[in-house]
T-cell receptor, first 118, second 115 residues
Framework: DTGVSQDPRHKITKRGQNVTFRCDPISEHNRLYWYRQTLGQGPEFLTYFQNEAQLEKSRLLSDRFSAERPKGSFSTLEIQRTEQGDSAMYLC????????????????FGPGTRLLVL | QKEVEQDPGPLSVPEGAIVSLNCTYSNSAFQYFMWYRQYSRKGPELLMYTYSSGNKEDGRFTAQVDKSSKYISLFIRDSQPSDSATYLCAMTSRGSSGGSYIPTFGRGTSLIVHP
């Protein structure tokens, strides 16, 4: 499968525990995005990497959240001291270079990691 | 008021019907407009994107943008049960890094096409 993959697909944890999710983008894509999606809502942007550099973070990304992309390939999203409000689907997407025409690049989404905090 | 408003539905139609899905927005800075389809427990899949006002057609799908009214639509002709999914509109303005376009999504409309 050459699409975006995410691991694990499901995670159940107790409040206060730390969790880490992994995203493997499409291999030639240099941009990687993390989103959070709650039931009945659209995805909300969390953060974005271009290669290994984290270029933008949403104000939704509290101090308990940290994301890395150490070698410009896969990325991890860690949530420390989880809260029940963190329960959501965490989506990763990747995209290639901006087209020469400057038109919006296509973001390809992974299947998501569904987190439940008890 | 959210930047992007979308009726969550559900919208239930018979097979073969023409479906109209809509979003309104308030941010004049939005430049690009997209429609994603999301099946249950899957990630969103890009269906179409448009840049300017007007219509864009791709098979059974037509995307329409009216920037003056801040209103976008997706039409699905000859709808099929396999079209049953949540349809998300999304709009982008350039991120602070200047290097990418961070989309703002609507909440999605649940579409059910029954045989």
């Amino acid at each position: 499968d050459t699409g975006v993959s995410q691991d694990p697909r499901h995670k159940i944890t107790k409040r206060g525990q730390n969790v880490t999710f992994r995203c493997d983008p499409i291999s030639e894509h240099n941009r990687l995005y993390w989103y959070r999606q709650t039931l009945g809502q659209g995805p909300e942007f969390l953060t974005y990497f271009q290669n290994e550099a984290q270029l933008e973070k949403s104000r939704l990304l509290s101090d308990r959240f940290s994301a890395e992309r150490p070698k410009g390939s896969f990325s991890t999203l860690e949530i420390q001291r989880t809260e029940q409000g963190d329960s959501a689907m965490y989506l990763c997407a990747s995209s290639g270079p901006i087209l020469t025409s400057g038109i919006q690049e296509t973001q390809y989404f992974g299947p998501g990691t569904r987190l439940l905090v008890l | 008021q959210k930047e992007v408003e979308q009726d969550p539905g559900p919208l239930s139609v018979p097979e073969g019907a023409i479906v109209s899905l809509n979003c309104t927005y308030s941010n004049s800075a939005f430049q690009y407009f997209m429609w994603y389809r999301q099946y249950s427990r899957k990630g969103p899949e890009l269906l179409m994107y448009t840049y300017s006002s007007g219509n864009k057609e791709d098979g059974r799908f037509t995307a329409q943008v009216d920037k003056s009214s801040k209103y976008i639509s997706l039409f699905i002709r000859d709808s099929q049960p396999s079209d049953s999914a949540t349809y998300l509109c999304a709009m982008t303005s350039r991120g602070s890094s200047g290097g990418s376009y961070i989309p703002t999504f609507g909440r999605g409309t649940s579409l059910i096409v029954h045989p």
